[in-house]
């Protein structure tokens, strides 16, 4: 599993490769805490790389999520393969989310 | 005919009318019959006497005729026998007796032959009338010989004057002849010797028109006979000398005409009544003195009753139309009375034919009328506030019934309509049926499926109808609600037990039986709550073992206890309430347990203990028993067959990993080829995996304590309907199952971060099934393969 965070135009890019099971839950969350501290700012999480997500993966989208719009900022996802989608389908994640 | 019969029944008036004018006229008729029977006879003896009088007279002046042609007689004798030397003084003598009398006929004074010798042979002064003139002659010739004629002859011989019967006297001159009848006398000289006759004539003619002239009724006429009966007087002059009175009844045999004839030849008097010319006649009559005659007045009953008949028609003439009159007056009279007897009758049709707010005409009357019409009117008001009521209890009613049947089919929408076929399930079979005895019962059942489990219960709610239901609502509710977040029947019914106890007021209570089929390994699991103990059919019949718990509802602390038994493949369960065991026919005889063995065995026998097959038999079984006697309970039936065919494995493999969540990743790949081995496609083996994993972490993290190290199992095995993956560990008990879902509809804020697990792996598998088996926790998730695969 990779995570790469990177600021594009004004936003906040997460960049996620591979998969992201229980196991890697915890290594990409640590990866992923600059994004909690971004202000004022969007955010997109790129998961054209992310081939597998399991329920601790789509929490640490949720903190994300949560997070931001407690400051006015919004998420985006983009790039999403079909399969795991479904898995944003099935949790509801898929309503609370905007996809790009 | 019926016409006027069915106008006189439609009638009041008619008919009371004709009733009274009917009376009236047989009283008029008893009274006017009576008063002319009287009147008839009174009549009957004025006629009597009437005639008799007339008679009487006739006779009187025919005697009175007869002696003065007697005394006329008598005195031309004397006169004769002082001149009996003078032959032409014969002359005068017999010429002053005819204008003395000049009603007499004729007057001869005959002489012996050769008594005046001067005079020949023949000597007879003869005097008649001829017109109006009195001629007198010389009789006697030899032509006619008077001294052998029956005048002459008849006195000589008796010696006495006497009267002749009549005879023609023939006048030579004027060649006529004359009935008439003679008195004759002998004429003796001095010396005694009979010398001569003289003889004095009647007239029969004109005695008859005398006798005739008296008539006492306008068609009544007289008759006179001589000693032999031969008619001298009678209107058919034809008849005169010429027939007797017997003269007919040799003819017609007359017994009355002949009887009369008799009595009147032997100079009786009477009356009789007869029949003559067809006509019913009177007939008076009186022998005529000397003459040997007799004569009789006929008067014709007509006659005499012809003015009595007259006054009679007149008088029932006026008495009919008075009746008439009478009649027309009572009906119009009694019509107008009953006026508003009639309009009351329309009324109270109006009335009748449910026009409850008629106006009742009013009378201003205290009589019979009066009463009726106010007691009609206070009927009328008792109508309308019964009718008002009755409509608002109707209507009340009706609401009722409305209400029940809206609440007996929420009722019944409570229970399961849609049973599992064949199609839908190769692992259980199922079918059940509720009649309510009424709208709404106290019976219940109830299943569903919940991960691989069947939870199901039957129960009977004490009392029957609207408490009942109520409580079996409560009762059903409360099943779903505990056995959402309980797997086990035991802590079901004493959750449900305690809940429902705690609401319960009424000191109702439910006999429930809980079971909990684990389908993929057919352990049943049980708590029977004072229900009936259900049955099995399979290898044989027997009941289910059942401990002796009291129902639910009234002991909020009891702990009910578990059972459990193992269901074979093609075993039912047969559950039921006491409405089948206690249906009652007609004779109050209960259906009873031995016959729900019998239809069951007889089932079992046929193979056609199928869930269906076996309630309908069952059903049939109770109609043929109960037959026309009203249900008294309500009826409820369950069966269950347990049909899982354990196919064999076409994969099986398993791995074993610690409880480290860092071996997540050699667990995906291990689903991943568990799910590319029986062919699945990507998104299906994603979400596989995902759930797996879901499972797998949800034992790492909680099965065993904080830092303590366990083995958790998995194995994937599958066969041609499914792909199965097994976890297996020995922590501490967890059912994941029972967690609640999580609501996908709520807000990124309002989204809690835990509970996503338990709702993916719902999600992803066709099944989640949680055992506490042999100390370990087993989770079974399964996925139907599709037929392609």
């Not at chain 2, 005659?293 to 008067?299: E, F, L, P």
């Not at chain 2, 993956?725 to 059912?735: A, E, H, L, R």
Request: aromatic share 10%.
């Amino acid at each position: 599993m990779k995570t790469t965070i990177q600021e594009q135009d004004g936003k906040m890019v997460a960049i996620l490769a591979g998969s992201l099971d229980t196991a890697a839950a915890p290594e990409t969350e640590k990866a992923m805490s600059p994004l909690n501290d971004v202000e004022g700012k969007d955010i997109i999480i790129d998961c054209t790389e992310l081939e597998y997500i399991s329920s601790a993966g789509l929490r640490i989208f949720l903190g994300i999520l949560q997070n931001a719009q407690g400051k006015g900022g919004q998420v985006y996802i983009k790039g999403i393969n079909e399969n795991v989608h479904t898995i944003f389908t099935i949790t509801g994640f898929s309503n609370i989310f905007k996809f790009m | 005919m019926n016409r006027i019969i069915a106008y006189i029944r439609r009638k009041l008036s008619v008919r009371v009318s004709l009733r009274v004018v009917v009376s009236a006229a047989i009283l008029f008729v008893a009274a006017l019959g009576y008063m002319f029977f009287q009147a008839r006879d009174a009549v009957y003896h004025e006629a009597m006497n009437r005639a008799t009088q007339i008679l009487d007279k006739t006779s009187l002046r025919v005697d009175s005729i007869l002696n003065r042609v007697e005394v006329a007689s008598d005195m031309t004798r004397w006169l004769v026998e002082r001149h009996t030397n003078q032959a032409d003084s014969m002359f005068v003598y017999s010429r002053s007796m005819l204008e003395n009398n000049p009603d007499f006929y004729n007057c001869s004074v005959a002489f012996e032959p050769y008594y005046f010798e001067e005079k020949g042979r023949y000597f007879s002064a003869y005097t008649k009338h001829v017109g109006d003139s009195i001629r007198t002659i010389q009789g006697g010739s030899d032509s006619y010989q008077y001294f052998f004629a029956d005048w002459y002859l008849m006195p000589k011989l008796l010696d006495r004057p006497c009267w002749t019967e009549p005879y023609f006297d023939f006048d030579v001159a004027t060649n006529t002849s004359e009935m008439v009848t003679s008195y004759c006398q002998t004429v003796k000289d001095r010396q005694g010797r009979m010398i001569g006759v003289i003889n004095t004539s009647l007239s029969i003619n004109w005695l008859s028109k005398t006798i005739s002239a008296v008539k006492p009724y306008p068609h009544s006429y007289s008759i006179m006979i001589g000693r032999g009966g031969t008619y001298f007087v009678h209107p058919d002059t034809t008849k005169i000398t010429r027939q007797t009175i017997f003269t007919q009844t040799l003819e017609q045999p007359d017994t009355a005409m002949t009887a009369l004839g008799y009595a009147m030849q032997r100079g009786e008097e009477g009356v009789k009544q007869m029949h003559i010319n067809g006509k019913d006649s009177y007939v008076f009559y009186k022998p005529l003195g000397r003459t040997g005659c007799s004569m009789a007045i006929v008067c014709p009953e007509s006659d005499i009753f012809r003015s009595f008949d007259r006054l009679q028609n007149t008088i029932m003439g006026i008495v009919a139309v008075g009746l008439l009159l009478m009649l027309y007056f009572f009906i119009r009279i009694i019509t107008f009375e009953l006026d508003p007897l009639r309009r009351l009758a329309t009324e109270a049709e109006t009335i009748a034919s449910g026009q409850f707010d008629a106006e009742l005409p009013d009378f201003q009357r205290v009589d019979e009328i009066g009463q009726l019409s106010h007691s009609f009117g206070n009927m009328q008001q008792s109508l309308v506030k019964y009718i008002d009521e009755l409509k608002k209890t109707t209507a009340q009613k009706a609401t009722i019934e409305s209400d029940l049947r809206i609440a007996s089919k929420i009722q019944l929408g409570m229970l399961p309509e849609k049973f599992p076929t064949r199609a839908d399930r190769d692992d259980v079979q199922l079918f059940a049926s509720l009649t309510p005895a009424k709208e709404v019962g106290g019976d219940l059942f109830d299943f569903y499926f919940r991960d691989e489990k069947l939870f199901f219960c039957i129960g009977d709610v004490s009392g029957k109808g609207v408490p009942a239901s109520l409580f079996m609502a409560v009762t059903r509710s409360t099943f779903r609600t505990v056995s959402a977040h309980e797997s086990m029947p035991d802590r079901i019914v004493t959750i449900m037990n305690k809940t429902i106890a705690d609401m319960n007021k009424n000191h109702m209570f439910v006999t429930l039986f809980v079971g909990v089929l684990d389908l993929p390994t057919g352990r049943l699991h049980y708590c029977n709550a004072g229900h009936d103990a259900p049955l099995l059919i399979g290898a044989g019949i027997g009941e289910l073992p059942c401990d002796s718990n009291i129902p639910v509802g009234f002991m909020p602390q009891w702990k009910f206890s578990l059972q459990e038994a193992r269901i074979f493949t093609g075993t039912t369960i047969f559950l039921f309430t006491d409405g089948l065991t206690e249906a009652m026919n007609a004779n109050k005889a209960q259906f009873q347990m031995e016959r729900v063995n019998e239809v069951a065995a007889r089932a079992l026998d046929n193979q056609q203990h199928e869930p269906r097959q076996l309630i309908e038999q069952m059903t049939d079984a109770v109609h043929q028993f109960v037959g026309d006697a009203e249900q008294s309970d309500d009826l409820t039936m369950m069966a269950i067959q347990y049909v899982w065919q354990h196919n064999d494995a076409r994969m099986r493999k398993n791995i074993t990993l610690p409880n480290d969540i860092q071996k997540v990743p050699q667990l995906n790949a291990f689903v991943e080829e568990a799910c590319q081995t029986v062919g699945l496609d990507e998104i299906d083996t994603m979400k596989i995996k995902v759930a797996v994993e879901e499972a797998v972490v949800n034992v790492m993290k909680y099965a065993y304590p904080s830092g303590e190290r366990g083995d958790i199992t998995i194995e994937a095995a599958s066969n041609d309907v499914r792909l199965k993956f097994t976890i297996i560990d020995s922590g501490k008990p967890f059912d994941p199952t029972v967690q609640s879902a999580v609501d996908t509809s709520l807000s990124a804020q309002e989204r809690k971060i835990g509970g996503l697990g338990i709702h993916i792996m719902r999600q992803n598998m066709d099944s989640i099934n949680y055992e506490r088996s042999d100390n370990r926790n087993v989770l079974t998730l399964r996925k139907k393969l599709n037929k392609k695969n």
